[in-house]
Each structure stands twice: as structure tokens, then as C-alpha cells.
């Protein structure tokens, strides 16, 4: 007859059998569910599968390298060996306080690549084989380089990465960023972060909205392009969604750049004139402003001033006139000059964006974090009620360091009200930080180069 200790011991090692026989259904079963978003949530049971082996990791590095610094992403992914559906599940990110594009030569490129790569490799897990892990640099500053520079760059990156640990491809591992793929790149990393984009149809996806000195420019996925103004489309690309081709365009709107716009409104669309008295100026600033070959004389109109009650100070409780913007006779002026300058062109376009979320780039951004709105580094969504709080404190408040914050915030404001439909409780989004991961072409890349390799 057992004894006791075995008979528990039996028991024991039945239940074992059972739990992990009853974990492993779960695991199958899970199995059969359908996976077509990258950006699925891993759950506890997929955690299991990876436990099981049932699923395999991987991980993938895009290094984006800037004058001063360079960025590494390691972005790990989990595929499940059943059907190879698999999960974009994390990034983890480092700036290098290490570029690549001044003081090139042989050793200084060998000397910046090793410390990078030293990094790439502290990113990954140890267990991490090196050999299987995938490297890509994209260079967008490339393009600024004489000839011989780059050809030396490029040289000495293709010696660096062919002798380090990493999985590396002569033809594929270091590739030219340029600004119109950067732009096609961006918009769909940040499309897929948002969340299932296999399930969305282009009018429920964002647009990006930023501006040049001169431009306003818009990047969304149009659902029918044949109605948009040829001569405003400043790029129009196929982009592959999921099985399905989708038109993505960049729309240019003229003359609606921050500094463009400040210039026709100062000189009420006058801008051969010298003299720039406007209702968007306190009264306090008396400057030149030189813009495009052309020296302006900006000055607040006098007239334009407003009782407070003081909070602080020797006046604290009593009334004093302080010097405004005439906020109503600017939104006014503002609001006329956008409606001329967009005329008919633009209403398909206008109907098309609405109720799109907005995601803020170039000076756009640039404007946000200069009122302190955003951080200027790591981004951060704005709220529509606080950006309107903060124009009218541009306007209301004297402050002679940000001379024309009142006509640029106008500027901006009228252009997320009539152009892209926002509204109070609207929130500007910026894409530093979208789903957890970086919304920039980097997730583009490394979404690549998993599924097709290097």
C-alpha cells in the first residue's frame, strides 16, 4: 500500500497535468481568434503562449541619426507559430548624445557608429541573439552633404555595420530618409498607433497638419481625390493598407504659413507697404520686422485699451486702463483674410477633414511650444480650450518678448476653426508620444523590415 506522501505526491502532479492541459486549451483557443491589428493588446494568455514557445520574439532596431544626437528605437515583436499573426508590442527608445553628420571622417565615423551601437546592443534583452536582430539606419540629413561627404558616411557606416553583432544588409540596412517619405512614413505610424487601422476607412483616419513660412499643409488619406484642386495637391502616393490601396495627399493651402499670414495681416494684404498699424499689435510694440526682402514698421493702434482690476502690486483692487490688442477687430480681420485667401478652392477639403483628429507639426507645433503649451522636446497634446485661453492672453497681456504671439495665435486659431472643424473641446495631438511608441517613420521602418526582412 502508498503512503501517504506518495498518494499526495500522485495527487499533486495530477493536478499539475490538469492545470497546464487547461492552460494550454486556453492558449489553443486563443489561438483561433483572428488577429489583423499589429497594435492588438498582448494579453496574459499570449504571455502564456510565448511561455509555451506556441509564440516567438523578435526584435527589430532603427537607428535615426540627427547632427548632434541620434535616436535608437528597439522595437520587440510577437508572433504566434500557428498562422504568424503577430503583435507590435513595444519600443523602447535612447538618444545618443552622438551624430553623424559634422566632423566626418574614417575614424570619427567608426568612433560614433561603435558608441551607437553599443547602445543598440544595452536596448536588447539579454537572451537576444544579435546575429538574428535586424539594423536600419535611415538618414534623412543625407541629403545636405556634399557628395564626397556622403560617400564617406555611407562607407564608413557599411564598415561598421558589417562587423558588428547585428543581422545586416549591405543593399537595405542604411537608407536615405527624404522629407516626402519621412511625411508618407509619419502619417501611417501614426494612423497605426492610433488603433485598428485595418478596420478604418480613410475618413476616419488623422490628418497632419503643419505649416511652412508661406504654406499650410495637410496630410490625410482622401476618399475621393478626383474632387480635390489638382494645382493645390502638392504629392499624391498609393499607400498600401492592409490589402487595400489608399490615396494619401498632401494638400497646400498658399499664403497660410505663420509668417505669410503674419504679413497680410499686419499689412492688411497690402504687403508692398511700410507702415504696419494693426488691431493684432498691442500698443505697447513700436519695431521693424524685415520678412522677404521687405522692412516693416509694426505697431500696435493706440486707441485700443481695456479697465482691469489690478490682483498685485501697489494697485492691487483698483481699475487701471492697460493697453490691448483689439481682440474682436483682429479675429475679424484674420477671419476675412483666410476666407479670401481660401476662396471656393478649398471647401471638399474643408469636408473632408471634419471630425478627423489633428495631429500639429512645423511651426504649428513650433507656436504651441513657444506659448508653452506643449513641450518642445517631448511633445504633449494641447487642449482647444487652453490654446484659445492662451490667445486671448496673448492679445489681453502687454508682452513686448513675443511681439506678434497675438496675430500668430490668431492666425492659428481661425485655421483650426474654419479649415479643419475643431472646436472647445478639441485636443490638438502631437506625435511624439501616440500608443506608447514614437508616432514617426521609425514604426514604419521597423514594421517593414519584420515582415520583409533586410
Known amino acids: 500500500m502508498l503512503s501517504p506522501i506518495l498518494i499526495n505526491l500522485e495527487r499533486l502532479v495530477v493536478v499539475i497535468l490538469a492545470a497546464v492541459a487547461f492552460l494550454l486549451a486556453i492558449v489553443s483557443f486563443r489561438g483561433l481568434v483572428p488577429v489583423s491589428d499589429p497594435r492588438t493588446p498582448l494579453g496574459y494568455v499570449d504571455q502564456l503562449s510565448l511561455l509555451f514557445g506556441l509564440h516567438e520574439q523578435s526584435h ?34 535612447e538618444t ?30 539579454f537572451s537576444v541573439s544579435r546575429h538574428k536582430t535586424p539594423i536600419l539606419f535611415g538618414l534623412p540629413g543625407l541629403a545636405n552633404l556634399a557628395v564626397e561627404d556622403r560617400k564617406l558616411l555611407i562607407s564608413g557606416l557599411h564598415l561598421c555595420l558589417e562587423n558588428s553583432n547585428f543581422d545586416y544588409s549591405k543593399e537595405a540596412s542604411i537608407g536615405l530618409i527624404t522629407p516626402a517619405l519621412q511625411n508618407t512614413m509619419q502619417w501611417f505610424a501614426v494612423t497605426l498607433l492610433n488603433g485598428r487601422l485595418p478596420y478604418l476607412q480613410p475618413a476616419e483616419t488623422p490628418v497632419m497638419a503643419e505649416t511652412t513660412e508661406d504654406d499650410l499643409l495637410l496630410t490625410f488619406a482622401a476618399g475621393d481625390v478626383t474632387r480635390l484642386n489638382n494645382s493645390s495637391i502638392q504629392s499624391h502616393k498609393k499607400v498600401a493598407i492592409f490589402g487595400d490601396n489608399w490615396d494619401l495627399v498632401t494638400v497646400k493651402i498658399p499664403n497660410l504659413g505663420v509668417l505669410k499670414a503674419r504679413q497680410l495681416v499686419l499689412t492688411n494684404s497690402e504687403p508692398s507697404k511700410e507702415w504696419a498699424a494693426s488691431p493684432c499689435v498691442n500698443p505697447v510694440v513700436d ?39 483689439n481682440y474682436e477687430a ?40 513657444e506659448r508653452g503649451l506643449t513641450d518642445p522636446f517631448k511633445g504633449g497634446n494641447v487642449k482647444l480650450k487652453t490654446f484659445m485661453d492662451s ?28 479649415v479643419l472643424g475643431l472646436h472647445q473641446s478639441s485636443i490638438l495631438l502631437t506625435p ?18 519584420y515582415q520583409s526582412g533586410i
Not at 515583436?77 to 499573426?85: C, N, S, W, Y
Not at 548624445?97 to 543598440?120: A, H, T, W, Y
Request: glycine share 6%; hydrophobic share 40%; with cysteine.
Open 60 to 93: 527589430v532596431v532603427i537607428v535615426s541619426p540627427h547632427q548632434w544626437s541620434s535616436d535608437v528605437h528597439v522595437f520587440t515583436f510577437q508572433k504566434r507559430l500557428k498562422d504568424g499573426a503577430f503583435y507590435m508590442n513595444n519600443e523602447v527608445k
Open 330 to 369: 483682429c479675429h475679424a480681420m484674420v477671419l476675412n483674410i483666410i476666407q479670401k485667401t481660401m476662396g471656393n478652392s478649398f471647401e471638399y477639403v474643408v469636408k473632408e477633414l471634419k471630425k478627423r483628429k489633428v495631429y500639429i507639426g512645423g511651426k504649428l507645433f513650433i507656436k504651441c511650444a
Open 432 to 449: 511624439h508620444q501616440v500608443g506608447g511608441m514614437t508616432g514617426d517613420w521609425p514604426v514604419t521602418a521597423a514594421l517593414q523590415t
Open 287 to 325: 519695431r521693424w520686422w524685415d520678412f522677404r526682402g521687405h522692412r516693416y514698421h509694426v505697431k500696435g493702434l493706440h486707441k485700443s485699451v481695456e479697465e482691469i482690476k489690478e490682483r498685485n502690486g501697489p494697485f492691487a483692487g483698483k481699475r487701471v486702463s492697460r493697453p490691448v490688442a
Open 391 to 418: 490667445l486671448k492672453h496673448a492679445c489681453k497681456v502687454p508682452n513686448t518678448d513675443q511681439p506678434y504671439a497675438c496675430v500668430d495665435m490668431m492666425v492659428v486659431g481661425v485655421i483650426l476653426d474654419k
Open 96 to 125: 545618443v548624445s552622438v551624430g553623424v553628420f559634422d566632423q566626418i571622417s574614417p575614424e570619427n565615423i567608426k568612433k560614433k557608429c561603435q558608441e551607437i551601437l553599443r547602445v543598440c546592443e544595452n536596448k536588447l534583452p
